[in-house]
C-alpha cells in the first residue's frame, strides 16, 4: 500500500491501533494505542513490521485511495517541452496548496494561497481558485496521475454538428483506412466515408436526412484534431512515435528521488561452482535496479534463471522494502543502505516475458508507470547500463574463475580451474560492494 508517514496515520498490530502523534528529536516516531499508551519506533521498524505483516496501515486514516487509469499511457516525456513545463508549473500549485489536506473551495483563501505561490515561483500569470479545482478534479480522476495536466490541444476548436450515425461511419472509416502502416492520406477517408454512406442510403433511403455526407474539409479538420501521438503510433510504429514526441533525445532525465528506476540484466562475467561439488555450475543472471536522479543501486537479484518478469517482481520487492533485514547476515558490512520507496516509473526491456500480468498487476495496484524500452536504444536506461561497466571492471574482473567480457580479453585464463566463488558467496560480495564502495562513490555525474 502506498503511504507516507503523516500526523494521524494509524497503524493496526494485532489487536490494537497506534496513531502517529509525533516525530521525535532523534527521527523516530512517537505513536499512541487507543488506549493512551505511547509507543516510541524507528520508521524502518515499522515498515519491517509492514513488510513482515505485522503491521497493517488502518485504510481509514488515509484521506485518499489510490485509482489508477488505466487508459494513461503516455509518460510525461512525450509531451513538448512548453506543456511539461505547463504540467510541473500546476503539479507546483497543487503540491504547496492542497498537500495533504481534502481540497476545499474557499474563494477567499484559495485566492491568498495562489497569489504566495505565484510569487514564490515567480509566476505572472497564475490561476483562478476555480482553475485549480479543476486541475485537481482532472489529476484525481486519473489515479493522481501528473498527466491529466497536460493540455491536449487537439481536443480544441468548433464542434463538428455530424449526427452519432455519420460520426460512427467517419470513425469506422479512419479506423480501417487511416490509421495503418499503409500510410493512406487523408483523402482515402473522405472517399471511404462517401462510399459506406452511398452504400447506407441505398440500402435505408427513409433515412437519408441523417445520412449527409460531411464536407472534405470537416473531415479533415476532425482527422486534426486526432491526438498526433496516438496517429504517429499507429501509422509509423510505437518506436517512432516516441523518438518524434520526445522532447529530450539524448538521455533520459530525472529531477527528483523516485521518479525513474532503471531496470535492466546482465550476465555475470563469472564462473560459480556449486558447494557441494566445486564443479562449475555456469554464470548466473544479475538484475538490477538504479534510481536515476541519484545513481544508488536500490536493489538486485541474482538467479540462474534467464531475465524474466519472477526476476523483476524479486527485484523490485527488494528495491521497495527497507535492507535491515540483508543487511544483518552480513555483519561485515557497516555502512547504511537507505534506499527504499515505491518509484513513481519504471524502465526495462520490452521481452515478451516482462508483459506478464503479475507484473502490471503489481504495476497497477501500486500507482507505477512502467517504460518498455524498444530494441537497440541503451539511452533509455544509460545509468543501469554504464553501471554494469563499472562493477565488472571494479568487481567481477578481479574474481578468480572470470571470464571476462570477450575471449580476447580472456586470453589463455583458465577460468574453469580457477573457479572458486559460491553463489552465497558471490552474493555477499555483490551486496558488501553496492553499500560500501559503489553507492559511497561520488559520481561526476551529480551536483
Known amino acids: 500500500m502506498r503511504f507516507s508517514f503523516k500526523k494521524g496515520l494509524v497503524f493496526i498490530r494485532g489487536d490494537r491501533k497506534f496513531t502517529i502523534v509525533r516525530r521525535l528529536i532523534d527521527g523516530n516516531f512517537q505513536l499512541e494505542a487507543d488506549d493512551g499508551e505511547l509507543l516510541n519506533c524507528s520508521e524502518s521498524e515499522i515498515l519491517t513490521g509492514c513488510s513482515q505483516g505485522l503491521w497493517l496501515v488502518d485504510e481509514s486514516s488515509l484521506n485518499e485511495s489510490v485509482s489508477i487509469d488505466p487508459k494513461i499511457s503516455r509518460d510525461l516525456s512525450t509531451f513538448s517541452k512548453p506543456v511539461q513545463e505547463k504540467v510541473r508549473k500546476r503539479e507546483e500549485y497543487l503540491a504547496r496548496i492542497i498537500k495533504d489536506e481534502e481540497f476545499v473551495i474557499n474563494f477567499i483563501d484559495l485566492k491568498k494561497q495562489i497569489t504566495q505561490v505565484a510569487s514564490d515561483i515567480g509566476d505572472n500569470n497564475p490561476p483562478s481558485p476555480i482553475t485549480l479545482y479543476r486541475w485537481y478534479k482532472r489529476k484525481q480522476k486519473a489515479g493522481d496521475s501528473i498527466i491529466a495536466l497536460a493540455d491536449h490541444f487537439e481536443k480544441r476548436g468548433r464542434r463538428q454538428s455530424w449526427s452519432k450515425i455519420v460520426k460512427q461511419v467517419v470513425d469506422n472509416a479512419i479506423e480501417a483506412v487511416y490509421l495503418n502502416h499503409q500510410l493512406y492520406p487523408k483523402k482515402a477517408v473522405c472517399e471511404e466515408v462517401e462510399r459506406n454512406l452511398n452504400e447506407m442510403r441505398k440500402q435505408s433511403p427513409e433515412s437519408a436526412n441523417e445520412l ?53 540484466h546482465t550476465p555475470i562475467d563469472s564462473l560459480i561452482i556449486c558447494e557441494k561439488t566445486s564443479l562449475p555450475l555456469g554464470r548466473p543472471w544479475l538484475t538490477i535496479i538504479i534510481d536515476k536522479y541519484s545513481r544508488m543501486v536500490v536493489g538486485f537479484y541474482i538467479s540462474f534463471r534467464a531475465p524474466s518478469a519472477y526476476a523483476v517482481l524479486q527485484c523490485l520487492k527488494q528495491a521497495i522494502l527497507p535492507k535491515d533485514e540483508l543487511l544483518k547476515k552480513y555483519p561485515d558490512i557497516t555502512a547504511p543502505w537507505p534506499a527504499r520507496g515505491i518509484p513513481e516509473m519504471i524502465v526495462c526491456d520490452n521481452g515478451m516475458d516482462l508483459h506478464a500480468k503479475a507484473l502490471m498487476n ?68 555483490i551486496t558488501k560492494w553496492i553499500v560500501e564502495i559503489y553507492n559511497q562513490t561520488h559520481h561526476r555525474g551529480l551536483i
Open 212 to 264: 449527409t455526407l460531411p464536407s472534405q474539409s470537416s473531415i479533415y479538420r476532425y482527422l486534426d484534431k486526432l491526438e498526433s501521438y496516438n496517429v504517429a503510433s499507429a501509422r509509423l510504429g510505437k518506436q517512432v512515435a516516441d523518438s518524434r514526441f520526445r522532447s529530450v533525445t539524448g538521455k533520459q532525465n530525472a529531477t527528483r528521488l523516485l521518479e525513474r528506476w532503471e531496470i535492466d
Open 362 to 429: 503489481l504495476c497497477q495496484e501500486l500507482g507505477i508507470q512502467i517504460q518498455f524500452c524498444p530494441a537497440k536504444t541503451p539511452q533509455y536506461k544509460g545509468a543501469v547500463e554504464r553501471f554494469f561497466r563499472t562493477m565488472s571492471a571494479d568487481l567481477i574482473h578481479r574474481l578468480p574463475g572470470s571470464v571476462f567480457s570477450s575471449v580476447d580479453k580472456r586470453g589463455d585464463y583458465p577460468s574453469e580451474e580457477k573457479a572458486c566463488i559460491t553463489f552465497e558467496t558471490l552474493e555477499h560480495l
